[in-house]
């Protein structure tokens, strides 16, 4: 069994749900705003709004304007409602339970995406380790 990957809206939750801390805040950082969003999503920036606006009207996801840490202005922003951290909870908690193949130096095997997680030491994040596979 190998892991499905996660659509583009469900790879925007699993990324906003990394910033949730910042739901709020005077100050937010760059990785919240479209631009952000794209590069850790994988998409171009045009596209951002077409993935959002679905997740804005499903009250997954709430736009904001924001002061961006290091910009000279305030910009839209994005976080995750209530309802959508626990869309991308239950949504992560399902990945980390997918097996992936995993190629080391004993050869390949399969491992679940948890393990993987967990092996990286903190140093990336779950979508880093799924664009990977």
Same mark, same amino acid.
């Given at each position: 069994?190998?892991?499905?990957?996660?659509?583009?809206?469900?790879?925007?939750?699993?990324?906003?749900?990394?910033?949730?801390?910042?739901?709020?805040?005077?100050?937010?950082?760059?990785?919240?705003?479209?631009?952000?969003?794209?590069?850790?999503?994988?998409?171009?920036?045009?596209?951002?709004?077409?993935?959002? %606006?679905?997740? /804005? @009207?499903?009250?997954? *996801?709430?736009? #904001?304007? !924001?002061?961006?840490?290091?910009?000279?202005?305030?910009?839209?922003?994005?976080?995750?409602?209530?309802?959508?951290?626990?869309?991308?909870?239950?949504? %992560?908690?399902? /990945? @980390?339970?997918?097996? *992936?193949?995993? #190629?080391? !130096?004993?050869?390949?095997?399969?491992?679940?995406?948890?393990?993987?997680?967990?092996?990286?030491?903190?140093?990336?994040?779950?979508?880093?380790?799924? %664009?990977?596979?």
């Amino acid at each position: 069994m190998t892991l499905q990957p996660p659509i583009v809206k469900e790879r925007i939750l699993l990324h906003l749900l990394d910033f949730a801390k910042f739901a709020g805040a005077y100050d937010v950082p760059p990785e919240v705003t479209q631009e952000g969003i794209a590069r850790a999503t994988w998409i171009d920036v045009p596209h951002v709004l077409q993935y959002v %606006r679905p997740l /804005l @009207k499903e009250g997954l *996801v709430r736009e #904001r304007t !924001a002061h961006v840490r290091g910009g000279p202005r305030r910009r839209k922003s994005y976080e995750l409602s209530e309802a959508g951290q626990m869309r991308a909870y239950s949504l %992560r908690t399902r /990945l @980390k339970s997918e097996f *992936v193949l995993v #190629r080391d !130096a004993g050869g390949m095997r399969e491992q679940a995406l948890g393990e993987v997680l967990d092996a990286a030491g903190g140093k990336t994040s779950l979508l880093g380790v799924l %664009r990977e596979f």
